[in-house]
Nanobody, 118 residues
Framework: QVQLVESGGGSVQAGGSLRLSCAAS????????MGWFRQVPGKEREKVAIIGTDGSTTYAESVKGRFTISKDNFKSTLVLQMNSLKPEDTAMYYC????????????WGQGTQVTVSS
């Protein structure tokens, strides 16, 4: 059974940092595409960062140079390091995975809230 559990969210002032983690179970993380998404009320969920099975990464333009996605295959953990946070980064952040190496996401965690104050 696929399970994704996020942690690390919280409240921080603008310019601060947070590190989100996603503990994965029920599958082999090295064999699937994984990523971080975020959503604010009234808006669609948007991609933040994705990491492929070959380690390649893609980022939303709004977070390039500030956020870093990484994956620990041995610990089955996905991480999002967020630096230089801005109030517009405030959202519920979700960990997602695909059932294979193609980045079509079908599994989601419960989310972790990130709030950035000015």
């Amino acid at each position: 059974q696929v399970q994704l559990v996020e942690s690390g969210g919280g409240s921080v002032q603008a310019g601060g940092s947070l590190r989100l983690s996603c503990a994965a179970s029920g599958f082999t993380v090295s064999r699937v595409c994984m990523g971080w998404f975020r959503q604010v009320p009234g808006k669609e969920r948007e991609k933040v960062a994705i990491i492929g099975t070959d380690g390649s990464t893609t980022y939303a333009e709004s977070v390039k140079g500030r956020f870093t996605i990484s994956k620990d295959n041995f610990k089955s953990t996905l991480v999002l390091q967020m630096n230089s946070l801005k109030p517009e980064d405030t959202a519920m952040y979700y960990c997602g995975s695909s059932p294979n190496r193609y980045c079509i996401f079908g599994y989601w965690g419960q989310g972790t809230q990130v709030t950035v104050s000015s």
